[in-house]
């Protein structure tokens, strides 16, 4: 390959998790079934994805299985289903109907279960106030909630009357809220009072009222009760949530809608740049959500999972409320801080509600080690079973940490590899079926197809870093940017010929795992060598004294760029000089000395979007001049930059 374009690797992990006998042998997808899904999905990929689409329940079966016209696919073809049928009528013909579909804590301790039943009759009396003020097909509606039932009652309703959902995540800015509001024309806004987030009320509704003066197409607003906090209401605009449930039915029978209709709008993290309003359709997203949730999440009937994700992302839409629901799953929620009133809330909530799957993020993991192992030892968590993470690289020692303190050694780790953009999981282990090494997402799923290449579009050979791509259509891929197709041609299609372009630096080893290395955006250029991001930083985490690293170039006369390295530590430790040299030692010692860090810059804090994940690029302009001037709406915390700034200064 060229050598400009290669990625570097210096990372040599060894330790190797086959799946527990036990647990392979209960699984959904055993060693003997993952593999005739690989051979199925092989031998003909199309027929492999009909098979799959064909578990759920069909109004009008398709007549094609996909229609490729590159870069814009079609899926099942013909075919009409609805969603939210999917996910509840078709349970309630079984046993399932008094099953609890939903398990609901507040940050205040309060708890509600929802059955199927209940579940199915909310929804279903929710899409009939929807219909009332006029929502019909085709309307957008965004919402802007709490982690309550309701938002997931809110998604389904939408789903059952073919209104396209933007959620709209409830820690965003007025500001933020407006402009996604006014992207993709929405009619209805669906928010409450407020929400508890650690032990404070953040409120909603005056974030919505602030938006809608510049949101002309915005006709209605419902507002759930949440908080009890006084609102203003807007005589004919704002409505009370629970008194419009009072003047409707709960008869309301699904729409038959398109496998092509549009199901929602979400907009990525803006991790790298501006948010892309992402747009999802309905028969292939379902098809391909459900059957990994399956296949990854392993769901059975007596499983309480949690995905600790907010409905506000992707993960939330994909494994909160859409995957699970198909798979008659009881869905753990909560409503607030992981560590309100202490650092220990998710810790209780697994024993108190029995949870047996936890997904969650490695900036969570990475939080909870800060905040010491002793907060976790304090709870049985024997009835966890799997464990999973999603968001961003896991470094090793984090993904070491999860699985013998919170898994005790006896859970399976999914590391999960996907994006807004994929709608499900793409790159993940089958926990039954796949050993697992701390620090990669493994296989490509059944179906799916992943490579490596070059920037010219080249195959690389095993362990050389490159482009991650995509090279066939899946179900659940993005069908364009909202309002943009030529952006969705440029961003996706356009950078390497004729593949998907993820925008993520990876490698593959030569057992076939892949290893992700870090956005290529962020790729650093040392002397001529280019270094990913997660190496570097996974190095500096497997350092004792620190907490969580993120790694920048800035630009270099000599060496083209210098790498700075922005480190938080763990509680209790300060940093030094000393602690400067011995951290530059380790990383020279781990992976090489090449990707020494030039300059150690303690914080208490990294810049991170809301869901979670370091914002690099902000870091960068740090590290060159000292101010940020790029999109910084997705920022969780100025003051972490205002801080960054001042120690700069
Ligand atoms: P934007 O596209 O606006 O910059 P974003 O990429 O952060 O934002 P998401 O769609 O939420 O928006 O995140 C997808 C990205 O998250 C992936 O491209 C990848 O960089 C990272 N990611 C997700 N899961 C994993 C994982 N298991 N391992 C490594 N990276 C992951
Ligand atoms: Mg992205």
Known sequence: MTESHAIESHQHETRRFPPPSDFASRANVTPELAAQLYAEAEADVEAFWAKQAAT??????????????????????????????????????????????????????????????????????????????????GDRVAIYMPMTPEIAIALLACARIGATHSVVFGG????????????????????????????????????????????????????????????????????????????????????????????FILYTSGTTGKPKGILHTTGGYLTQVAATAKWVLDLKDDDVYWCTADVGWVTGHSYVVYGPLANGATVMMYEGAPNHPEPDRFWRIVDRHGVTMLYTAPTAIRAFIRWGEQWVLKHRLDSLRLLGTVGEPINPEAWMWYRQVVGKGRCPIVDTWWQTETGGMMIAPLPGA?????????????????????????????????????????????????????????????????????????????????????????????????????EIESALVSHEAVAEAAVVGR???????????????????????????????????EIGALAKPDDIRFTDALPKTRSGKIMRRLLREIAASGNVVGDVTTLEDFSVLEKLRADEA
């Open 56 to 137: 759920l329940d069909w109004m009008t079966p398709w007549t094609q299985v996909l229609d490729w016209n590159p870069p814009h696919a079609k899926w099942f073809v013909g075919g009409k289903l609805n969603i939210a049928a999917n996910c509840l009528d078709r349970h309630l013909t079984t046993w399932r109907r008094t099953k609890a579909a939903i398990i609901w804590e507040g940050e205040p301790g309060d708890t509600r279960t929802l059955t199927y039943w209940e579940l199915h009759r909310e929804v279903c009396r929710f899409a009939n106030v929807l219909k009332k003020f006029g929502i019909r097909a």
């Open 172 to 263: 965003f800015s007025a500001e933020a809220l407006r402009d996604r509001i006014n992207d993709a024309g929405c009619k209805l806004v669906v928010t409450a009072d407020g929400a508890w987030r650690r032990g404070t009320e953040v409120r909603l509704k005056p974030a919505v009222d602030a938006a809608l003066e510049q949101a002309p197409t915005v006709q209605t607003c419902i507002v759930l009760r949440r908080t009890g906090a006084k609102v203003d209401m807007q005589p004919g605009r704002d409505h009370w949530w629970h008194e419009m449930l009072e003047t409707v039915s709960d008869d309301c029978p699904p729409e038959a809608l398109d496998a092509e209709h549009p199901l």
């Open 434 to 534: 796949t050993t697992t090494m701390p620090g990669t997402a493994t296989r490509p799923l059944p179906g799916i197809g992943v490579e490596i290449r070059t920037k010219d579009g080249q195959p690389v050979g095993a362990n050389e870093g490159g482009y991650l791509v995509l090279t066939r259509p899946w179900p659940a891929m993005l069908r364009t940017i909202w309002g943009d197709d030529d952006r969705y041609r440029r961003q996706y299609w356009s950078e390497i010929e004729g593949v998907y372009f993820a925008g993520d630096g990876a490698r593959r080893d030569e057992q076939g795992n892949y290893w992700i290395m870090g956005r290529v955006d962020d790729v650093i250029n040392v002397s001529g060598h280019r270094l990913g991001t997660a």
């Open 555 to 589: 630009p270099d006369e000599l060496k083209g760029s210098a790498i700075v390295a922005f480190v938080t530590l763990e509680s209790g430790r300060s940093g030094d000089d000393a602690l400067r040299a011995a951290l530059r030692e380790h990383v020279a010692r």
